[in-house]
């Protein structure tokens, strides 16, 4: 054989056996996303660990001390990362909550003995025993009817009759006081019960009909007044120099097609402070303009490019990245085998710390 074909067969070699290393290569990733595939449709949702798995990658030899320790001002359960699943032994020294909440007011009653009720001079009270147990009131519809007595001076009949005035209400001739206005707007936006439901309780439990456009017209005059806090939560946010800005998609029914669209709550928050909500039929970077408004700051998102654009176009506006998104993908490798990612886990932890 000459050397020019066995040049030939060597390379033919050197290249069968570098596509058999890439197709190697290529199934081993693509196993590897089958298997986050699997796991999000049938695994856990949480991307919760346990520290000391961890701590056995990262660090194989017993007795050794950690990479990192916290500072010894900061409490004990500081030192554990948010997203760590804590231990029976750290479990066990959490205080128990107690048996019936202390904020609840409470309502009292004697229970006497029929012996006692019989002839009450032939005892004499010695002590007594305390038997609490959680009660429920069921909420009631009633007719608030407000009596404004008229009166005229005993000593002069010319004067005009005197009655006093009405207190202040949302709206001339509106039969609902607020306090009902407030449960309705709390069983829609807190309770997640839509009208036709909150048609229906009034009427099988307490016989009363309030019609589902009664109940709209009440929510938009209640969103009418309450206005003006809106505009300042909304006010003082922008007034900060950090926001968390997040859309989250919300299906909706389009007026007239019976059809549902998606559109987005926008939200903006600040730790420790108020929260925020837009809602716009779109995703669009032009949602942002009525809803950052003037800020200038840093603005934390979850990376939509959105926000990338916004900020270009408002040069004060500095972009930050949210360390949870960032997590995600070292917790997705972690989980199809990948231990080089527990150092980033572990470090992300740390930080969780702070």
């Excluded at 019989?118 to 429920?136: F, K, N, T, V």
């Excluded at 009664?214 to 005059?221: D, K, P, Q, V, Y």
């Excluded at 995600?328 to 992300?348: D, M, S, V």
């Amino acid at each position: 054989m000459s050397a020019e074909r066995e040049q030939q067969l060597l390379e033919l070699l050197a290249l069968k056996d570098e596509q058999i290393a890439r197709l190697k290569q290529e199934n081993e990733l693509l196993k590897q996303k089958l298997d986050l595939v699997l796991r999000k449709l049938f695994g856990k949702s949480s991307e919760q660990l346990d520290p000391t798995q961890l701590e056995l990658l990262l660090d194989p030899s017993p007795g050794k001390a950690p990479a990192s320790l916290p500072p010894n001002d900061a409490p004990e359960e500081e030192a554990a990362a948010p997203n760590a699943v804590t231990s029976p032994e750290t479990s066990a020294l959490k205080p128990r909550r107690p048996r019936l909440p202390e904020h609840l007011p409470i309502v009292e009653e004697t229970l006497l003995p029929a012996a006692v009720q019989d002839s009450p001079a032939d005892w004499r009270r010695i002590g007594e025993e305390h038997s609490d147990r959680l009660d429920y009131q069921p909420a009631k519809i009633f007719i608030h009817r407000l009596i404004r007595p008229v009166f005229v001076r005993t000593n002069d009949r010319d004067t005009a009759p005197l009655i006093a005035n009405l207190p202040p209400r949302l709206q001339d001739g509106l039969t609902a006081t607020p306090g009902l206005i407030a449960q309705v707007l709390v069983a829609k936006y807190c309770d997640h019960l839509p009208f036709y439901r909150q048609e229906k309780i009034p009427a099988t439990c307490h016989g009363v009909s309030i019609g589902r456009n009664t109940l709209c017209r009440w929510t938009e005059l209640a969103a009418f007044w309450l206005k003006p806090i809106y505009q300042a939560i909304h006010r003082s946010l922008l007034a900060s120099d950090y926001l968390q800005a997040d859309e989250t998609p919300v299906k909706y029914l389009v007026p007239g097609t019976g059809k549902t669209a998606q559109g987005y709550l926008w939200v903006l928050h600040r730790p420790a402070g108020n929260v925020f909500y837009q809602w716009h039929p779109s995703r669009k970077q032009q949602c942002l303009e009525p809803i950052l408004g003037n800020f200038h700051g840093i603005l934390q998102g979850d990376g939509y490019a959105a926000y990338q654009t916004h900020a270009a176009k408002h040069p004060g506006i500095t972009l930050a990245a949210c360390w949870a998104h960032a997590r995600r993908k070292f917790h997705e490798a972690f989980q199809t085998g990948q231990t080089l990612a527990a150092g980033p886990l572990k470090t992300i932890g740390q930080l969780y710390c702070i």
